[in-house]
């Protein structure tokens, strides 16, 4: 059995087309959170970068909010501490920080990522973590904040890519990018999911 098998088989369950290209899995991903089903996806994307002969991880890089759960997994099984960037940047980071903005899908309008230079360090190997992969864009705003921080990006992850949607553009990166599941179609007759692993 494929590893996230489990994940497949809940966003066929319980995910709900929207419409405009937005998949609700509030359920058990970005609202409410499923413990068990969270920490796999950590074991799984370890256990994907490990096979790809990605070693050495000293930092998870992801955005604030819905990134936290699945970069805090896989944290926990690489050993690796994990910082986020803020969306909203709070007094106590200063103003020397490391920014980068992107268009929010889910919420309308340019979104501000700041992350303070303190957690992330020109001597850091970096996986990014988040739980969309579908334009590209946030993890495109996070990849310029690892690159002006000097850390060497390793690969991506994502716990849900949309493969119809234009995030191949990232593959220019030129680092391993790994789906835990893939959304291939979604339409009001219903989504079509394969495990990316």
Do not use: C, W
């Amino acid at each position: 059995m494929k590893l996230m098998e489990a994940l497949v088989q809940r966003i066929l369950q319980e995910g709900r087309y929207l419409g405009n290209g937005i998949l609700k899995v509030d359920s058990f991903i970005n609202h409410q959170l499923n413990p068990e089903l969270t920490l796999a996806m950590g074991q799984a994307f370890a256990a994907g970068f490990r096979g790809l002969g990605v070693s050495n991880v000293s930092k998870i890089v992801t955005a604030e909010v819905s990134g936290i759960a699945p970069a805090l997994a896989t944290g926990i099984a690489l050993k690796a501490p994990v910082v986020y960037a803020r969306k909203k940047k709070p007094i106590t980071m200063g103003d020397n920080v490391y920014q980068s903005s992107a268009p929010s899908h889910t919420k309308g309008g340019i979104v501000s990522l700041s992350l303070s230079p303190q957690y992330l360090k020109s001597s850091d190997r970096v996986l990014l973590i988040d739980d969309f992969l579908a334009s590209g864009q946030t993890i495109k705003a996070l990849t310029d904040i690892i690159a002006q921080s000097g850390a060497e990006l390793l690969g991506i992850g994502t716990i849900i890519e949309k493969s119809f949607e234009g995030g191949a553009t990232l593959r220019s990166l030129n680092v391993p990018i790994l789906s835990l599941a893939i959304i291939d179609s979604m339409d009001d007759s219903g989504i079509k999911v394969r495990s990316g692993l």
